[in-house]
C-alpha cells in the first residue's frame, strides 16, 4: 500500500501561468521519479489516474487513456491554470492516448517528451525536442539485473511445492529405509529444481543478449541444458553408480523444460518482445516444455522402479 | 540503438502511406525506432524491431498505420488461454487486491 498518489494537479516550484504542465500516472514511483528530476524548477504536474499502475502499463491497458486525460485536464481548470495551450506527456502514454483526440475534445495539444525522466530538462532546454536515444526503449544489463529478484521469487514462490515434493517423494521405491534413501537422493532432486530456477531467472535475463537464438525458448532451452550438465557434475554422477542412466535423463529433460518455461515468461518483463512473436514461439515452445517435463516424470518414476 | 530484436517476419504492423499525411507523430511515439520520414511520408524502416504496443496507431490521426496491438508476454497469453480474468501484466499493481503481477 501506499503507492498511490492522488489524482489531480500538483506543483512544483512556483509555477504560473507560462509553467510547463508535464503528465504523469498516479503511481508513485512514477511520480517520485519525476518530480526528482526536477528540483530546483517550476513545474505544473498534472497526474491522471491510472489506478497506481505506471505509464506502459497503463497506456497498454487504457486506464491512462484520452478519456482520463480530457476529463483530468477539465477537473483541474488547466485552461484558467495556465495560459498556453501545451501538455508534455511521457512518450510510453502513447499506446493509450491520442494526441489528436486531445486536441479535439481539451484544445491542449500533446507533446510526447522522453521515454526517461532523467531526460526532461535536456527535451525542454532543447525546445522540446527529443533526440534518438531519448525515443528508445533500453534493455541494458543494470535493468536487467534489476528484474532478477522479482522473476526469482515469482518462480521461487511457485516452485516450493514442487521442490518439496520431489524431495519427500525421492525415496520411495528405494530398497532399505525410506527416510535413508530420502536423505540419498532428496537433495539431489531438490538441487536439480533449484538450478532450473537459478537458469531460468538469473542465468536468462543477464545473459540474455549473449544466449543464441531469437525465441526466448529457444534460449532457454540452451541455458537449461548447460544447467543440467552443470547438475551432472555437481552431483558428481558420470561415473558413479549412485545415479542411472534413467534417472540422470529425468533430470536432463525435467532441468530443460523448467528453465525453458521460465525463459519464455520473461518475454513479459523484456522490452522488445510482441504479442505475434510470443504466440509463434507458444506454439511450440509450451508444447516442448509440458512434454519434457512429461516425459521426465515417467522417467522418475521408471527409475524409480527399475531398482 | 539497442541491437534487441526479436523474431522475424512476425509483426502485425500495417502502413497505408497513401493515406498518411506525413505528420510524424508514429516516429514521436514509437520506443523501437521501427518507423521514418525520409520523404515526407513515413515508411516502415525496421518491422522486426516492432513490439506491437500501438502507439503508433493510436496517434495518427488519419488512421493510416494499423497493427493488432498487445503486451508480448507470455504469462498474460497463459492467463488468457486459462480464462483467468484480471488482465494483469507487466507490473506489481500493489495499489489493488489481486495480487502482484509479473510479465
Not at chain 1, 492516448?97 to 517528451?113: D, E, P
Not at chain 1, 522540446?128 to 536487467?144: D, N, V, W
Not at chain 1, 511457485?158 to 525421492?170: C, D, E, N, P, S
Not at chain 2, 514521436?28 to 513515413?42: D, K, N, Q, W
Amino acid at each position: 500500500m501506499g503507492y498511490v498518489v492522488d489524482p489531480g494537479l500538483y506543483a512544483l516550484g512556483q509555477p504560473n501561468k507560462k509553467s510547463p504542465i508535464l503528465v504523469t500516472a498516479n503511481y508513485k514511483l512514477s511520480f517520485d521519479k519525476l518530480r526528482e528530476r526536477l528540483t530546483g524548477r517550476d513545474f505544473w504536474i498534472l497526474v491522471v489516474d491510472t489506478k497506481g499502475v505506471n505509464v506502459w502499463c497503463a497506456a497498454g491497458k487504457g486506464s491512462f487513456g484520452t478519456e482520463e486525460l480530457v476529463r483530468r485536464i477539465a477537473a483541474a481548470r488547466l485552461t484558467e491554470v495556465v495560459n498556453h495551450r501545451t501538455i508534455i506527456l511521457p512518450q510510453l502514454a502513447g499506446p493509450g492516448v491520442a494526441a489528436h483526440l486531445v486536441k479535439q475534445l481539451s484544445g491542449f495539444n500533446v507533446r510526447y517528451g522522453p521515454i526517461r525522466a532523467a531526460d526532461l530538462i535536456e527535451y525542454l532546454d532543447a525546445g522540446m525536442k527529443a533526440s534518438p536515444s531519448m525515443r528508445e526503449e533500453s534493455f541494458s544489463l543494470a535493468e536487467r539485473i534489476v528484474l532478477v529478484p522479482v522473476e526469482l521469487v515469482a518462480a521461487l514462490k511457485a516452485a516450493f511445492f514442487i521442490i518439496v515434493a520431489l524431495f519427500f517423494t525421492a525415496g520411495l521405491g528405494a530398497e532399505g529405509h525410506y527416510w535413508q534413501s530420502t536423505l540419498a537422493k532428496g537433495p539431489a532432486a531438490a538441487a536439480a529444481i533449484g538450478l532450473a530456477l537459478l537458469a531460468g531467472t538469473v542465468a536468462v535475463p543477464v545473459l540474455l543478449p549473449c544466449i543464441p537464438g531469437r525465441a526466448f525458448t529457444a534460449k532457454g532451452i540452451l541455458v537449461g541444458l548447460a544447467a543440467s550438465f552443470l547438475f551432472l557434475v555437481l552431483t558428481g554422477t558420470f561415473n558413479e553408480q549412485a545415479m542411472n542412466i534413467l534417472e540422470k535423463s529425468a533430470w536432463i529433460l525435467i532441468i530443460t523444460a523448467a528453465t525453458a518455461y521460465l525463459a519464455m515468461n520473461f518475454t513479459g518483463a523484456s522490452t522488445f518482445t510482441s504479442l505475434s512473436g510470443v504466440k509463434k514461439e507458444m506454439r511450440w515452445g509450451l508444447p516442448v516444455e509440458i512434454a519434457g517435463a512429461v516425459a521426465g516424470i515417467v522417467l522418475l518414476i521408471a527409475s524409480r522402479l527399475a531398482f | 540503438m539497442s541491437n534487441f530484436e526479436y523474431l522475424q517476419n512476425v509483426v502485425t504492423l500495417q502502413l497505408d502511406q497513401a493515406a498518411c499525411i506525413g505528420c510524424g507523430m508514429c516516429i514521436e511515439v514509437c520506443p523501437r525506432s521501427v518507423l521514418s520520414i525520409p520523404a515526407g511520408i513515413a515508411r516502415i524502416e525496421r518491422r522486426d524491431r516492432c513490439i506491437e504496443c500501438g502507439a503508433c496507431m493510436r496517434n495518427c490521426p488519419v488512421g493510416a498505420v494499423a497493427v493488432r496491438s498487445g503486451v508480448g508476454c507470455a504469462a498474460a497469453v497463459i492467463n488468457s488461454l486459462l480464462g483467468r480474468k484480471g488482465g494483469c501484466c507487466c507490473t506489481i499493481d500493489e495499489s489493488s487486491s489481486d495480487k502482484g503481477c509479473f510479465c
